[in-house]
């Protein structure tokens, strides 16, 4: 009878343990799941402004892109679970400005001697279009900790950007548009924590224990001239560090 009794209070607490088992809520990241987030770091962008068309001589340089610069970075990122551990990602953005031209206001100077009254001469305004993207691709595996809310990851991404200026403009010393351009690549290992506030809200800190960059920078003042050319390759460490805050569905 004792026998029976016991055998009957194991099975009964071990339902219940498995029945709260089975409950309780589980955070780790599946197969299937997705994932957008918004984030928040340091980082610098390649980019060139478009040179005045009438100098004598040029001279360019190509600064190394490092997020030691400190400048802010915002972008949005989607996340695909395609393995049980493992995740495909992609980032970017996007951004285009444009100033429209504006026609030179001659004054009333005579020989070019100005006096006081005289109305002052204006110059034109440049026309210049601006355009700057960027996309990162990369991988990255999930692992458990201790902690069910917590996972620790690590993987690797690949990027480009590109930045362009064109100016021109009605004027004689404009002979068709004058261009800065700048492009580069970018290599680096990521590694980071993943907190989920919920099943669905998760929060993020990442950063890129090594990273290689190669960058080019050009310049065209005239149309039919060669390009002027520069580039650099820098080797980064512990850098780009983010914050992310992101929804999984």
């Known amino acids: 009878m004792l026998k029976r009794v ?22 780790t990241p599946k197969k299937g799941d997705k994932s957008v987030s918004l984030n928040l770091g340091v980082g610098s962008f390649v980019g060139m402004e478009a040179p005045a068309p ?42 285009f400005k444009h100033n429209p031209e504006y026609k030179a206001l001659p004054g009333n100077s005579t020989d070019g001697k100005f006096e006081t009254g005289d109305i002052p001469d204006y110059n034109f305004v440049t026309s210049k279009d601006k355009i700057k993207y960027s996309i990162v691709l990369g991988a990255e595996r999930y ?3 201790k902690y069910d809310k917590l996972f620790f990851r690590y993987g690797g991404e690949f990027g480009f950007s590109y930045g362009k200026q064109e100016a021109k403009a009605n004027d004689e010393s404009y002979l068709g548009k004058s261009i800065g351009e700048a492009f580069g690549y970018r290599v680096a290992g990521v590694t980071g924590f993943d907190y989920f506030v919920s099943k669905a809200l998760f929060i993020s800190i990442e950063i890129r224990p090594i990273a290689y960059d190669y960058t080019v920078y050009n310049i065209r003042p005239q149309v039919g001239l060669k390009l002027l050319s520069s ?16 929804f999984r569905f």
Do not use: C
Not at 9 to 18: D, K, R, Y
Not at 231 to 246: A, E, R, V
């Open 6 to 27: 016991l055998t009957i209070a194991i099975i009964m607490t071990g339902s219940v343990l498995l029945a709260n088992a089975q409950t309780k809520d589980d955070f």
């Open 54 to 95: 009438d100098l004598s001589t040029y001279n360019i340089s190509a600064p190394q892109t490092s997020w030691f610069d400190k400048q802010l970075s915002l972008n949005f990122e989607f996340r695909w679970m395609f393995a049980k551990k493992w995740a495909l990602k992609a980032m970017g953005g996007f951004s």
């Open 143 to 145: 692992v458990k900790t």
């Open 231 to 246: 580039d650099s390759h820098g080797f980064d460490f512990l850098s780009n560090p983010m914050l992310k805050i992101g």
